[in-house]
Nanobody
């Protein structure tokens, strides 16, 4: 299993970013996918979850209405569209999948929201 995130960077408050997570090594369309984030000195936080077919999505209260998780099963990729970004969204964002009871993580991508 391999997960590779991309799309992070520096953005001003109120701006937008789209993160991508390219997956390989498992049947992507059969598994729910998750985005987590971890800010310095804070615990890792589950940001969003999408079901295997994409019909069910759930979000942390802190990002509801601003972030959108989606997936393209033909491309084995999950996305996180982040709008109306705030300074408190600054963190390393990682995608995650649980396959046969094992947790797999990407290397993470840094998102910094600052003026």
């Amino acid at each position: 299993v391999q997960l590779v995130e991309s799309g992070g960077g520096l953005v001003q408050p109120g701006g937008s970013l789209r993160l991508s997570c390219a997956a390989s090594g498992f049947t992507f369309s059969s598994y729910a996918m998750r985005w987590y984030r971890q800010a310095p000195g804070k615990e890792r936080e589950l940001v969003a979850v999408i079901s295997s077919a994409g019909g069910s999505r759930n979000y942390a209260d802190s990002v509801k209405g601003r972030f959108t998780i989606s997936r393209d099963n033909a491309k084995n990729t999950v996305y996180l569209q982040m709008d109306s970004l705030k300074a408190e969204d600054t963190a390393v964002y990682s995608c995650n999948v649980v396959v046969w009871g094992w947790d797999y993580w990407g290397q993470g991508t840094q998102v910094t929201v600052s003026s």
